[in-house]
């Protein structure tokens, strides 16, 4: 019995959706440091760390932009020189976390002795894809640039599946989804 809903994406795929979950997370929480309306109900402080809490989702960002970089066959010495560092401090630093990603893709759950409820062991985006995809269409709908829309509509894609559109699927699945009308 498998402990993970089905899941119609390659691994690459699922990688590919991290980081899209990811960054919609990094601009919501940035979003938040660009009015200055409030100013006045905000110490520099509060902003300072906002900032900070921004910062901590752009780390989760290049975290799932390196496990994508991974999943598409980049090797370390190539996400290196990308971003400008040692192969060994690139491994040393995000080997781990690879790691534990392909863990997490094989044992999803893990219920640790004494605990009522299983812990997720991979990003929720990666256990339940097809609901993180469809409300990543659904933000990047709202949030996208129309000039972008207009560029892929010339192109004959689905503008109404910007994220989902353009994940790849195992083989065997056919891409269509159910009618939500």
Same mark, same amino acid.
């Given at each position: 019995?498998?402990?993970?809903?089905?899941?119609?994406?390659?691994?690459?795929?699922?990688?590919?959706?991290?980081?899209?979950?990811?960054?919609?997370?990094?601009?919501?929480? =940035?979003?938040? +440091?660009?009015?200055?309306?409030?100013?006045? %109900?905000?110490? &520099? #402080? *509060?902003?300072?760390? /906002? !900032?900070?809490?921004?910062?901590?989702?752009?780390?989760?960002?290049?975290?799932?932009?390196?496990?994508?970089?991974?999943?598409?066959?980049?090797?370390?010495?190539?996400?290196?020189? =990308?971003?400008? +560092?040692?192969?060994?401090?690139?491994?040393? %630093?995000?080997? &781990? #976390? *690879?790691?534990?990603? /392909? !863990?997490?893709?094989?044992?999803?759950?893990?219920?640790?002795?004494?605990?009522?409820?299983?812990?997720?062991?991979?990003?929720?985006?990666?256990?339940?894809?097809?609901?993180?995809?469809?409300?990543?269409?659904?933000?990047?709908?709202?949030?996208?640039?129309?000039?972008?829309? *207009?560029?892929?509509?010339?192109?004959?894609?689905?503008?109404?599946?910007?994220?989902?559109?353009?994940?790849?699927?195992?083989?065997?699945?056919?891409?269509?989804?159910?009618?939500?009308?």
């Amino acid at each position: 019995m498998s402990d993970r809903p089905a899941n119609p994406y390659t691994t690459a795929a699922l990688a590919r959706l991290v980081l899209a979950d990811r960054a919609r997370d990094t601009v919501d929480e =940035a979003i938040r +440091l660009v009015p200055t309306l409030d100013d006045d %109900r905000h110490t &520099p #402080q *509060e902003l300072l760390l /906002q !900032a900070l809490r921004v910062r901590s989702y752009v780390d989760r960002l290049v975290e799932a932009a390196v496990l994508h970089a991974r999943e598409n066959g980049t090797d370390w010495t190539g996400i290196a020189i =990308a971003m400008g +560092l040692r192969t060994e401090s690139v491994t040393e %630093r995000w080997l &781990p #976390q *690879e790691q534990r990603w /392909q !863990a997490g893709l094989t044992h999803p759950l893990r219920q640790d002795p004494g605990e009522d409820l299983p812990e997720l062991t991979i990003p929720q985006a990666a256990y339940a894809p097809e609901a993180y995809a469809h409300d990543l269409d659904d933000w990047a709908t709202r949030h996208l640039d129309p000039v972008e829309s *207009e560029r892929w509509h010339a192109r004959g894609l689905d503008t109404t599946r910007p994220v989902s559109g353009g994940l790849s699927r195992s083989e065997g699945e056919t891409g269509t989804e159910p009618d939500d009308t």
